[in-house]
């Protein structure tokens, strides 16, 4: 039987130590010992997605990042005119959406499922809760998270500076 | 119509058949109803202590069993200790009520020949035979119906009881019903419901927890100002202004009231100064509640009109006399901070 509530308190254990694996694999966790992951797993809500359903939409608050147990995921964003712009898709066994466990900032872009997907949910109030409770483990993902976010400011700085070189070539060649 | 939409209705219909069925079972159990409420603000109260524990190091069971123990000892020592006190005002107010009885009489034959002087064609009613009249009827209701408040107490006594273990299993695994109850949330709303259940409880949360702590420090403050001016039954009254104090505006009167019928049928007889002295005590107790515990316990954030407060007591009292009283400004409240969060995120996801 599929129901939900039941499955949720009683579900088998292999389930478990597959999902702690799959997070040993995601640098938001890679650095947590098994019994801290065993605490994170407890927290995990999962959800189940048929395709082009909707996870989050653009310009809504963001409640915290998924891990992508099984589909795919494509990350949209609204251009000018109205159209959509398919800035990524995520494939399995990554996480997406993990700025929101930082600030409860409206969420950049839409994220829309694209194979049928079991995603897992870490909100940002189970992250609040784990700070309040176990700090150590709490700041360890904080962490891995803010080395995340700065290994990408450095590539948008790269990716900045490519793209200031190539508008100057245009501009020179434009003056020429 | 298309079919996601019918779709869509029939989940609204399930999980609105779902809310039905759970109020339903949760009013006709009403034993169950209130010792799950009761536990409910116990786990508020006591989760920060539990996190506490929690973040020196402990599991969090070994965190739990270790507070209840520390409560268990603590309201043991205080029982000790307030018990004895409350029984010996109890066993003095009984030995002293004929006096009590005099004296009242002397002081409402005195009023009314006060107004007869007055207004000697006035038709003044015999003040003290109608007080004596209502006190006689509400004694004799009282013997009559003796049975019922011995079962009351029986079953308060039941509630007393299994509040401790269901707070201990709040405690323990509330975050797991929580996550229970998000898993029946649609897909769509999912981020919103996690966002809006954590910022309501969290408001609802800070408000229970701060007015049981401004109620409690309003109590033992009145209690001990009254005690150092020698008032008689100054524990009685400190824990019927600290409960009072649930109620804003009238607080203040109601924990008043008493002190003032205490000094009123004074066995030293009616002084201006006593009555000073207590007003200076309710005044001051007043002053620290308002500027320093109020604003640090509850905050500004649910500052009712006074208009709504008497409406609501007025209210409260008609349902369910003065524990209605007692209780309707808090729920209130939490009504109020319920409806703020949800209006402000229902804005944000654009769905009002």
């Known amino acids: 039987m599929d129901n939900p509530v039941w499955s949720f308190f009683f579900r088998p254990p292999q389930e478990k130590m597959s999902n702690i694996a799959l997070m040993k694999e995601l640098p938001v966790f890679d650095t947590l ?23 989050f939409n653009e310009g809504e608050p963001g409640a915290g990042l998924y891990i992508i147990k099984k589909g ?46 079991i ?12 700070l309040e409770r176990n700090q150590r483990l709490g700041i360890k993902i904080i962490l891995n998270l803010s080395k995340l976010v700065s290994r990408r400011l450095v590539k948008s700085n790269e990716n900045l500076e490519q793209v200031q070189a190539e508008l100057n070539r245009l501009k020179e060649k434009e003056a020429h | 119509m298309q079919r996601g939409a019918v779709n869509q209705i ?48 402990m599991r969090r069971l070994t965190a739990l069993i270790t507070l209840y123990l520390i409560i268990i000892t603590v309201a043991g020592a205080a029982l000790f200790i307030v018990m004895p006190l409350l029984m010996k005002e109890a066993r003095n107010f ?20 006060l107004i007869l002087q007055k207004f000697p064609s006035a038709a003044v009613p015999d003040f003290y035979a109608l007080v004596h009249g209502f006190f006689e009827a509400k004694s004799a209701h009282l013997i009559e119906s003796l049975p019922h408040y011995v079962s009351t107490a029986a079953s308060m006594l039941s509630i007393a009881a299994i509040v401790p273990v269901i707070a201990f299993f709040y405690l323990a695994d509330g975050h797991l019903i929580q996550k229970a109850l998000l898993r029946l949330a649609p897909n769509r709303y999912f981020e919103m419901f996690v966002l809006l259940s954590d910022k309501i409880l ?33 524990l009685v009254i400190g824990i019927i202004a600290g409960l009072g104090n649930l109620i804003p505006y009238l607080g203040p009167v109601i924990g008043f009231i008493p002190a003032f019928i205490v000094i009123l049928v004074s066995p030293l007889g009616f002084s201006a100064l006593g009555l000073l002295k207590v007003i200076i005590v309710f005044v001051t107790v007043q002053f620290i509640e308002g500027t320093f515990i109020y ?6 954030s649910v500052n009712l009109h006074p208009l709504v407060v008497i409406v609501g007591v007025t ?32 804005k944000q996801y654009s769905i009002i």
Request: glycine share 10%.
């Open chain 1, 33 to 55: 010992t098994n019994g801290e992951l065993v605490q994170i797993e407890r927290v995990l809500h999962e959800r189940h997605y048929a395709p082009g359903e909707v996870v």
């Open chain 2, 10 to 57: 029939i989940r609204c219909g399930f999980y609105l058949l779902v809310a039905m069925v759970t109020v339903v079972i949760l009013y006709s159990i009403k034993i169950l109803f209130f010792p799950l409420v009761i536990a409910l603000l116990l786990k508020f109260l006591l989760q920060p202590a539990v996190n506490f524990l929690e973040t020196r190091g």
């Open chain 2, 202 to 234: 969290g408001a609802v949360q800070a408000f229970i927890r701060g007015q049981l702590i401004d109620a409690l420090s309003v109590g033992v403050m009145t209690s001990i100002g009254l005690a150092l001016i020698g008032l008689p039954y100054f």
């Open chain 2, 295 to 300: 604003p640090l316990a509850v905050g500004k």
């Open chain 1, 72 to 117: 795919e995921i494509s990350i949209r964003k609204k251009i000018a005119g109205g159209n959509d712009l398919q800035l990524a898709v995520i494939p399995e066994r990554s996480f997406f959406g993990e700025l929101a466990l930082l600030d409860e900032m409206p969420r950049s872009a839409s994220a829309i499922v694209v194979t049928p997907a």
């Open chain 2, 315 to 346: 209210i409260g009292g008609m349902i369910g006399g003065i524990v209605g009283m007692l209780i309707i400004i808090p729920m209130i409240c939490v009504v109020k901070v319920t409806l703020e969060v949800m209006y402000s995120y229902l």
């Open chain 1, 119 to 130: 995603l897992y949910g870490f909100s940002k109030p189970d992250l609040e809760h784990l």
């Open chain 2, 94 to 113: 009984s030995a002293h009520l004929p006096l009590y009885d005099k004296m009242l009489e002397g002081a409402l034959v005195k009023v009314r020949e």
